[in-house]
Each structure stands twice: as structure tokens, then as C-alpha cells.
């Protein structure tokens, strides 16, 4: 699927493994990966027996977003036995297929779990269900109390949606208490992995008014994208924005605080920086959020007058080292003729100067872009980016 195509991840593809090789899985997917020319990006760990793993072709225009299960669990319920499963599986076209019976059982557990069912959700349940209906029926028989099957099969066999809407909000699926607890152990290592390894990240755009950060932004958000959702801050962590419109911020050098003010200015930021990132940001990369922001304290270091400060530069840096730094910069700029053409809020020396700045800012995570392109073309150079990196700390992580 083309990555421009939407700006979700399309629909996952359910594979059931045997044990032993849901065990080896890592090593399968990078023999699979080598031979068909894709990078690993990102994996959600759903449980001790499911994970999510999302691939993407080395020219950045496809991925496969694979969901592997070992033993199928729900909330509690665990759907039959692996090697059951695979004994009564059926070859088609050179693949391992699970009976229609089994499909249907699985798929309508994982829904009702999930509280309700789509139109498009349904048609698929009637597929399975019409394939063998005596099989579903005797299979659903073993996980839904006697007392609901009645409307259900009602429902299936009149394929009348509302009223299958209606069957199976009634039903209250019965849970084996070491599954329960199974599943309970499993949730908890898995937030405890995401804590030690999120899988979210933050990145910020830093650039001059003018070099279009907020069209860059909007363009990166239409393109398909490994994360669950994604969150914009203006700034600060202090709280997400549900604006890309670039404010403007006229540097106001005639206004400067005292020192004395600047100071007690710095040790909020400090303040303000570390604990806002601790409430509003980690726990938005722990629930895989692509995480914005739309300029940064680093701002005070290109343009101190902006924020009214007076006093040492080194202080700034000092605070700099001891706050938390998104995961990837990307520093747009261009020739300061160009910037002062799209936007002339700034005059050309003070766009020269931010300009400079911006530039020499270095390090490991720090991408300089010239956004003399357009904005297709440095979208792409910021999503190949993006890519590259997940890329990278998959390879670290496992």
C-alpha cells in the first residue's frame, strides 16, 4: 500500500505462529526483511503471546503491518489450543489457513471483547459463519453462555445487523481465572517494557518565521506515519495545541527583563520543562504517540530578545544540558533573502542573524534542512528521517 494513500495505518494482517517459532520471531523477521528488501520500524508488544510488528520497504512507499499471535488471548480468554489449531488447518495457495469455523469463533471473541462491531465487521463474521455454519455453531458454543446463542444464531442466520448488534452487547463472555490472571501479568510487563522503551517519539521543528514550519508539519501529518496518534505543542510542554497556525513572535529587544527577573525566568523553564515532560510527554510516547513541537526552549539560544532575557548565554545552556531534549531536531532554514520573501515580520539583518544561529547549531540528533525545495520535498526528507531513525532504535531494542 502507498504511503500517501492515508494517514492510518491500514488494516493489520493476523498471522498465527506455532511456539516454536513465535519464539525464533525476531530471526524470522530480519531473514524476511533481507530477502525482501524492507526495514523493521516499529513493534507493539501486546502480550507474552502477540506482538505487532510494522515493516516498510527500503524506498520508503510500502509497508506490512503484521500482527503474530502464539496462543490466542482476550482480555482473559483464551481461544483454544496452538496445536489444535494448526492440526485442523486447512493449505490454500501455499498458505496455513485456519477452518472457517475457527476464524469466525476467534474473530468474533476479539470483537465482542472490543465492545461492538462495524457494518464491514459483520459482513466478515456472515462470511465465516456461512462457510460452515454447524462448525461456528458448535465451536462458539464452547465460549458464549447458552442463554445468549439463541439471538445470535438468530441474527446470523437472518443477517440482520442491528439485531446481531443487539445479541452480542448482551453477552458477557465467561473468563477462566488463570487466564485472567495470565493476562493481567502479561499487561504489566508489557507497560513496564513501553516505560523502559516507548514507543513513541518526540521530534521538534526550529526554524526562523518564515521557513514554514507549520505547512511542513501539516504535510508530515497527511503521510502515513508508525504510531498510534500524534500530539502538537507550541513551544512548551505545558500543554498540546490543536492549532498548526504559526503565531508570530516579534523579537522585542527595547523590552528586556532585569537580571534578577530572567533569572527566576530560567529556573521556571527549568522547572516547568522537567515536569511537564514527565506529566504531558512520556506518557504520550508510552501510548506510541508521535509527539510535535513547534519550536523549543532552544529558541532562547537563537533569539534571547523573544523571550525578554537579559543576562549570561552560558546560563541558558546550563539549563539546556538539564532538561529533557525531544528525540530528533529539524533545523529549517535557507537564505535569509528567501525567508524575508515569504514573510517580512523580521527584517533582513534579524533573519541573517536567526539564520546563523540555527545553523551552527550541532549534534547526533540535530538535521539541517534548506527548505529552498518544496514542501513535498522536505516533507520527505523529514519522514525518510523519521523512518531512519525508528529503524535504527529497532535494531537497538532487539
Same mark, same amino acid.
Given at each position: 500500500?502507498?504511503?500517501?494513500?492515508?494517514?492510518?495505518?491500514?488494516?493489520?494482517? @493476523?498471522?498465527?505462529?506455532?511456539?516454536?517459532?513465535?519464539?525464533?520471531?525476531?530471526?524470522?523477521?530480519?531473514?524476511?526483511?533481507?530477502?525482501?528488501?524492507?526495514?523493521?520500524?516499529?513493534?507493539?508488544?501486546?502480550? +507474552?503471546?502477540?506482538?505487532?510488528?510494522?515493516? $516498510?520497504?527500503?524506498?520508503?512507499?510500502?509497508?506490512?503491518?503484521? @500482527?503474530?499471535?502464539?496462543?490466542?488471548?482476550?482480555? *482473559?480468554?483464551?481461544?483454544?489450543?496452538?496445536?489444535?489449531? +494448526?492440526?485442523?488447518?486447512?493449505?490454500? #495457495?501455499?498458505?496455513?489457513?485456519?477452518?472457517?469455523?475457527?476464524?469466525?469463533?476467534? /474473530?468474533?471473541?476479539?470483537?465482542?471483547?472490543?465492545?461492538? %462491531?462495524?457494518?464491514?465487521? +459483520?459482513?466478515?463474521?456472515?462470511?465465516?459463519?456461512?462457510?460452515?455454519?454447524?462448525?461456528?455453531?458448535?465451536?462458539?458454543?464452547?465460549?458464549?453462555?447458552?442463554?445468549?446463542?439463541?439471538?445470535?444464531?438468530? =441474527?446470523? @442466520? =437472518?443477517?440482520?445487523?442491528?439485531?446481531?448488534?443487539?445479541?452480542?452487547?448482551?453477552?458477557?463472555?465467561?473468563?477462566?481465572?488463570?487466564?485472567?490472571? %495470565?493476562?493481567?501479568?502479561?499487561? +504489566?510487563?508489557?507497560?513496564?517494557? #513501553?516505560?523502559?522503551?516507548?514507543?513513541?517519539?518526540?521530534?521538534?521543528?526550529? *526554524?526562523?518565521?518564515? =521557513?514554514?514550519?507549520?505547512?511542513?508539519?501539516?504535510?508530515?501529518?497527511?503521510?502515513?506515519?508508525?504510531?498510534? #496518534?500524534?500530539? /502538537?505543542?507550541?513551544?512548551?510542554?505545558?500543554?498540546?495545541?490543536?492549532?498548526?497556525?504559526?503565531?508570530?513572535?516579534?523579537? =522585542?529587544?527595547?523590552?528586556?527583563?532585569?537580571?534578577?527577573?530572567?533569572?527566576?525566568?530560567?529556573?521556571?523553564?527549568?522547572?516547568?520543562?522537567?515536569?511537564?515532560?514527565?506529566?504531558?510527554?512520556?506518557?504520550?510516547? $508510552?501510548?506510541?504517540?508521535?509527539?510535535?513541537?513547534? #519550536?523549543?526552549?532552544?529558541?532562547?539560544?537563537?533569539?534571547?530578545?523573544?523571550?525578554? /532575557?537579559?543576562?549570561?548565554?552560558?546560563?541558558?545552556?546550563?539549563?539546556?544540558?538539564?532538561?529533557?531534549?525531544?528525540?530528533?531536531?529539524?533545523?529549517?532554514?535557507?537564505?535569509?533573502?528567501?525567508?524575508?520573501?515569504?514573510?517580512?515580520?523580521?527584517?533582513?539583518?534579524?533573519?541573517?542573524?536567526?539564520?546563523?544561529? /540555527?545553523?551552527?547549531?550541532?549534534?547526533?540528533?540535530?538535521?539541517?534542512?534548506?527548505?529552498?525545495?518544496?514542501?513535498?520535498?522536505?516533507?520527505?526528507?523529514?519522514?525518510?528521517?523519521?523512518?531512519?531513525?525508528?529503524?535504527?532504535?529497532?535494531?537497538?531494542?532487539?
Amino acid at each position: 500500500m502507498d504511503f500517501e494513500d492515508s494517514n492510518e495505518l491500514s488494516s493489520d494482517n @493476523d498471522l498465527l505462529l506455532r511456539k516454536s517459532d513465535f519464539c525464533n520471531i525476531n530471526n524470522l523477521i530480519n531473514l524476511f526483511c533481507q530477502e525482501s528488501n524492507m526495514s523493521r520500524i516499529q513493534e507493539y508488544r501486546h502480550s +507474552f503471546f502477540a506482538t505487532n510488528i510494522i515493516l $516498510i520497504s527500503r524506498d520508503y512507499k510500502s509497508f506490512l503491518n503484521l @500482527d503474530f499471535y502464539c496462543d490466542l488471548y482476550y482480555n *482473559g480468554i483464551k481461544f483454544e489450543n496452538n496445536e489444535i489449531l +494448526f492440526r485442523d488447518s486447512v493449505d490454500f #495457495r501455499g498458505r496455513t489457513n485456519l477452518l472457517p469455523k475457527y476464524d469466525f469463533a476467534q /474473530y468474533l471473541i476479539k470483537k465482542i471483547n472490543k465492545g461492538g %462491531l462495524s457494518k464491514s465487521s +459483520f459482513e466478515k463474521v456472515l462470511r465465516f459463519y456461512n462457510l460452515d455454519i454447524t462448525g461456528c455453531q458448535t465451536v462458539i458454543k464452547n465460549y458464549i453462555p447458552h442463554n445468549n446463542l439463541l439471538n445470535l444464531f438468530n =441474527s446470523l @442466520d =437472518s443477517q440482520n445487523f442491528i439485531k446481531f448488534q443487539s445479541s452480542i452487547l448482551e453477552i458477557e463472555l465467561p473468563k477462566n481465572k488463570f487466564s485472567v490472571k %495470565l493476562f493481567t501479568i502479561s499487561n +504489566f510487563f508489557r507497560f513496564f517494557s #513501553r516505560i523502559l522503551n516507548p514507543t513513541g517519539l518526540s521530534i521538534c521543528f526550529l *526554524g526562523p518565521d518564515g =521557513s514554514g514550519k507549520s505547512s511542513i508539519i501539516s504535510n508530515l501529518l497527511s503521510k502515513q506515519l508508525p504510531f498510534r #496518534r500524534h500530539d /502538537y505543542f507550541h513551544l512548551t510542554p505545558l500543554k498540546p495545541s490543536n492549532s498548526l497556525v504559526e503565531k508570530p513572535n516579534i523579537p =522585542s529587544r527595547n523590552n528586556e527583563y532585569p537580571f534578577i527577573i530572567s533569572f527566576i525566568k530560567l529556573i521556571y523553564y527549568f522547572f516547568m520543562y522537567n515536569i511537564s515532560w514527565l506529566i504531558n510527554i512520556y506518557p504520550k510516547k $508510552i501510548q506510541s504517540s508521535l509527539v510535535i513541537f513547534d #519550536r523549543y526552549y532552544d529558541d532562547l539560544l537563537i533569539d534571547p530578545a523573544r523571550f525578554r /532575557y537579559k543576562g549570561s548565554v552560558k546560563i541558558i545552556q546550563f539549563v539546556k544540558r538539564i532538561i529533557p531534549s525531544p528525540d530528533i531536531y529539524f533545523i529549517l532554514t535557507t537564505s535569509p533573502d528567501i525567508i524575508f520573501k515569504r514573510k517580512q515580520e523580521l527584517s533582513k539583518k534579524e533573519i541573517l542573524y536567526q539564520v546563523n544561529k /540555527y545553523q551552527k547549531m550541532k549534534n547526533n540528533n540535530v538535521i539541517q534542512i534548506d527548505v529552498n525545495k518544496s514542501i513535498e520535498d522536505i516533507t520527505l526528507k523529514v519522514y525518510h528521517e523519521i523512518i531512519s531513525y525508528m529503524s535504527v532504535r529497532q535494531k537497538k531494542e532487539v
